[in-house]
């Protein structure tokens, strides 16, 4: 009887035992589980996250592409209309019409004179900057007066000159439509150039002819000059040669004695050096 007591006991204390077991067995899966969940929501709202920034990234990109290319479009278009409008100019110029490109370039062509002397200029800048020979001015540099094209007559002021090249930078007040410079180093024997000046005091007066040599050496030894056969006469110094495109590739400045077709002109890079450092510096008195 003791015996069977004793083994009901044991078993009993067994049973308890795995129940205890059972019970912490419970305990800790429900924690691992617990901590497992937590870890999953963590990855899952890192995985939003990382998706979201992916996202984001993705439209700004797509966005960035997208502006690109856009703005290269527009560059394109803008180009081919740019391009479009000097086919036309220069389809009438193989057309022998260059009524067009000089109706456009004469507005920014000036009479320039000092009482003793006459002769041609053409705006650079809309703000009223001229360029011409610096002797048509010289000598008479405080009494200065430019006739514009709209028949309006300016006092004119000398911010500076430029001896060894004979350019003079002058200044009226006043909004102008101001005419380009060309790459004169695109030049080509042969081209068609047009000349306008005030040969004679005459006003806006046009010729045409074609370029006979370029980077010829001119009186200050520089080889700086274009050769043409464009008539030139006494006023034409210092107004602008213009291509078929309406762009200025020189400043009429000499011709040769009484020789006929043997003009010359500075080319319009160098007045554009020869500007740049103008404005760069004080003028001499």
């Given at each position: 009887?003791?015996?069977?007591?004793?083994?009901?006991?044991?078993?009993?204390?067994?049973?308890?035992?795995?129940?205890?077991?059972?019970?912490?067995?419970?305990?800790?899966?429900?924690?691992?589980?617990?901590?497992?969940?937590?870890?999953?929501?963590?990855?899952?709202?890192?995985?939003?996250?990382?998706?979201?920034?992916?996202?984001?990234?993705?439209?700004?990109?797509?966005n960035?592409?997208?502006?690109?290319n856009?703005?290269?479009?527009?560059?394109?278009?803008?180009?081919?209309?740019?391009?479009?409008e000097?086919?036309?100019?220069?389809?009438?110029s193989?057309?022998?019409?260059f009524?067009?490109?000089i109706?456009?370039?004469?507005?920014?062509?000036?009479?320039?004179s000092?009482g003793?002397?006459?002769g041609?200029?053409?705006?650079?800048?809309?703000?009223?900057?001229?360029?011409?020979?610096?002797?048509?001015?010289?000598?008479?540099?405080?009494?200065?007066?430019?006739?514009t094209?709209?028949?309006?007559?300016?006092?004119?002021?000398?911010i500076n000159?430029?001896?060894l090249?004979?350019?003079?930078?002058?200044?009226?007040?006043?909004?102008y439509?101001e005419?380009?410079l060309?790459?004169?180093?695109?030049?080509?024997?042969g081209?068609?150039?047009?000349?306008?000046?005030n040969?004679l005091?005459?006003?806006f007066?046009?010729?045409?002819?074609i370029?006979?040599?370029?980077?010829r050496?001119?009186?200050?030894?520089?080889?700086?000059?274009?050769q043409?056969?464009?008539?030139?006469?006494?006023?034409?110094?210092?107004?602008?040669?213009?291509?078929?495109?309406?762009?200025?590739v020189?400043?009429?400045?000499?011709?040769?004695?009484?020789?006929?077709?043997?003009?010359?002109?500075?080319?319009?890079?160098?007045?554009?050096?020869s500007?740049?450092s103008?404005?760069?510096?004080?003028?001499?008195?």
């Amino acid at each position: 009887m003791v015996d069977h007591k004793k083994h009901r006991n044991i078993l009993y204390s067994l049973v308890v035992i795995l129940a205890l077991l059972q019970i912490i067995s419970f305990l800790i899966i429900s924690v691992q589980f617990s901590n497992l969940n937590s870890k999953l929501d963590s990855e899952i709202e890192k995985t939003n996250l990382d998706l979201k920034k992916f996202t984001t990234d993705l439209i700004q990109t797509y966005n960035s592409l997208y502006q690109e290319n856009f703005n290269d479009i527009s560059m394109l278009l803008t180009k081919q209309e740019k391009d479009f409008e000097q086919e036309i100019s220069l389809l009438k110029s193989t057309q022998e019409d260059f009524s067009g490109i000089i109706n456009e370039a004469i507005v920014s062509v000036v009479t320039v004179s000092t009482g003793d002397s006459v002769g041609s200029g053409f705006i650079i800048d809309s703000s009223g900057y001229i360029v011409t020979n610096y002797h048509v001015i010289q000598g008479r540099e405080d009494n200065i007066r430019v006739l514009t094209y709209d028949r309006e007559l300016k006092e004119a002021e000398l911010i500076n000159k430029d001896e060894l090249r004979d350019l003079a930078l002058l200044k009226i007040q006043g909004d102008y439509k101001e005419i380009a410079l060309a790459n004169s180093d695109e030049l080509q024997v042969g081209k068609k150039v047009i000349a306008i000046g005030n040969p004679l005091g005459l006003s806006f007066t046009v010729t045409e002819g074609i370029i006979s040599a370029i980077d010829r050496a001119g009186p200050n030894g520089l080889a700086e000059y274009i050769q043409t056969d464009v008539s030139l006469n006494p006023g034409n110094s210092g107004g602008p040669l213009i291509d078929t495109n309406g762009k200025v590739v020189g400043i009429n400045n000499f011709k040769i004695g009484d020789a006929e077709s043997l003009g010359f002109a500075l080319e319009s890079n160098s007045i554009r050096e020869s500007v740049n450092s103008m404005l760069e510096q004080t003028i001499i008195p």
